[in-house]
T-cell receptor, first 111, second 114 residues
Framework: GEDVEQSLFLSVREGDSSVINCTYT??????LYWYKQEPGAGLQLLTY?????DMKQDQRLTVLLNKKDKHLSLRIADTQTGDSAIYFC???????????FGSGTRLSIRP | KAGVTQTPRYLIKTRGQQVTLSCSPI?????VSWYQQTPGQGLQFLFE???????NKGNFPGRFSGRQFSNSRSEMNVSTLELGDSALYLC?????????????FGPGTRLTVL
């Protein structure tokens, strides 16, 4: 089946690291994505990881993939107020062109 | 390079009416996907068009349809509108439709059905 789950809210202090978690159900997923949506805007692709990778780092972003547990996480180092947004985890399959999104995690930053 | 544009940005309709939304992809992009975003259901895939052909379809009723033109512009049509169709409709384009091709989203069309 196709299902991607995320917690709805996360609050972190400015300067701390944020870790947003996601679980997916379909082990045939080939690509896993993280998108960011700011208020009133469309989605922006932050990063993606192939299912045969364990980790990917891109500046302040670190993606960890535990394929055995079907668990994906996004770590944002040194979280800033500009990181306030909704973060969507998504999965896709090589055999299909559609992407399945999670419900999104709203990240809020405390001063 | 201009981004994905969607028109109109806001739309108010009444139940039973039909609506057409438009999406212009980034120049050179041949794949256009449509998504519906609601607070209750989140982001749900509607369909994808590639080179004027529907390549994949989500689990939406037949009232939702789309098409793509030879210039890659796409339209989405919803007939016999229901209150539950109120949502933000997002369009996304990517170059060749490969899964590693970055998908760029437009700002969305917010549809309100009264």
């Amino acid at each position: 089946g196709e299902d991607v789950e995320q917690s709805l809210f996360l609050s972190v202090r400015e300067g701390d690291s944020s870790v947003i978690n996601c679980t997916y159900t379909d082990s045939s997923s080939t690509y896993l994505y993280w998108y960011k949506q700011e208020p009133g805007a469309g989605l922006q692709l932050l990063t993606y990881i192939f299912s045969n990778m364990d980790m990917k780092q891109d500046q302040r972003l670190t993606v960890l993939l535990n394929k055995k547990d079907k668990h994906l996480s996004l770590r944002i180092a040194d979280t800033q107020t500009g990181d306030s947004a909704i973060y969507f985890c998504a999965e896709a399959y090589s055999s299909a062109s559609k992407i399945i999104f999670g419900s999104g995690t709203r990240l809020s930053i405390r001063p | 390079k201009a981004g994905v544009t969607q028109t109109p940005r806001y739309l108010i309709k009444t139940r039973g009416q039909q609506v057409t939304l438009s999406c212009s992809p980034i120049s050179g992009h041949r794949s256009v996907s449509w998504y519906q975003q609601t607070p209750g259901q989140g982001l749900q895939f509607l369909f994808e068009y590639f080179s004027e052909t529907q390549r994949n379809k989500g689990n939406f009723p037949g009232r939702f349809s789309g098409r793509q033109f030879s210039n890659s512009r796409s339209e989405m049509n919803v007939s016999t509108l229901e209150l539950g169709d109120s949502a933000l409709y997002l369009c996304a384009s990517r170059s060749a439709g490969g899964l590693t091709d970055t998908q760029y989203f437009g700002p969305g069309t917010r549809l309100t059905v009264l």
